[in-house]
């Protein structure tokens, strides 16, 4: 596995080995030894995910206020631009954004550690989204960050998209300045 270190601490793009003939290909999509020996992290994953989304759905950026979530994401089919921004209450990289793209094609993974909202816009007619957690999905503390707050500068591929297909809770999201208002930032242990 190849580990790629991004602009925000802690926030991991890993490239798995592909091993691949005329038949197809071969990779493993989770190795908890060379997480380990590749990240120099410890971690366990106690919920999986699949999302399933047409082209030009944006999700997120999601995160929860308590029980945060390190993330291990992935497409199997499709592509989307991928993104996660810094909540970390003290980091050097608060508030910035970083963003990727993620394809059935690179077999990427991006490793999200807590405390950093996350979300995605699928670029394909369509995206199969996989992702594993690190705690469970808890209704109560989920919040979004605002996908187009323009302080988060996010530069979304939207070129031939249109405007992106939100959830109801998507569109409600808040801006960066109201979740420190409301003190909604990401509780760390």
């Avoid at 670029?123 to 323009?150: N, V």
Wanted: include cysteine; charge should be negative; glycine fraction near 10%.
């Amino acid at each position: 596995m190849n580990v790629i270190k991004t602009s925000i601490e802690g926030l991991l793009i890993l490239e798995p080995r592909v091993f691949g003939d005329a038949r197809g290909f071969f990779l493993e999509s989770w190795n908890e030894r060379e997480f380990r020996n590749g990240t120099g992290l410890q971690t366990s994953f106690v919920q999986d995910n699949h999302s399933y989304s047409q082209r030009g759905v944006l999700r997120g950026l999601h995160y929860q206020q308590r029980y945060p979530q390190g993330k291990l994401v992935r497409v199997v089919s499709g592509a989307v631009w991928d993104v996660a921004v810094d909540l970390r209450q003290g980091s050097l990289t608060f508030g910035q954004s970083f963003g990727c793209e993620l394809n059935a094609e690179n077999h990427r993974q991006l490793w999200i550690p807590p405390g950093l909202a996350h979300g995605f816009l699928v670029l394909s007619d369509s995206a199969d989204f996989l992702y594993k957690t690190t705690d469970y999905w808890t209704p109560a503390f989920e919040r979004c960050l605002l996908w187009s707050d323009p302080v988060l500068g996010i530069d979304w591929p939207l070129q031939g998209l249109g405007t992106p297909k939100l959830a109801a809770k998507d569109q409600a999201g808040k801006s960066l300045a109201m979740i420190q208002r409301d003190r909604e930032l990401p509780e760390l242990a």
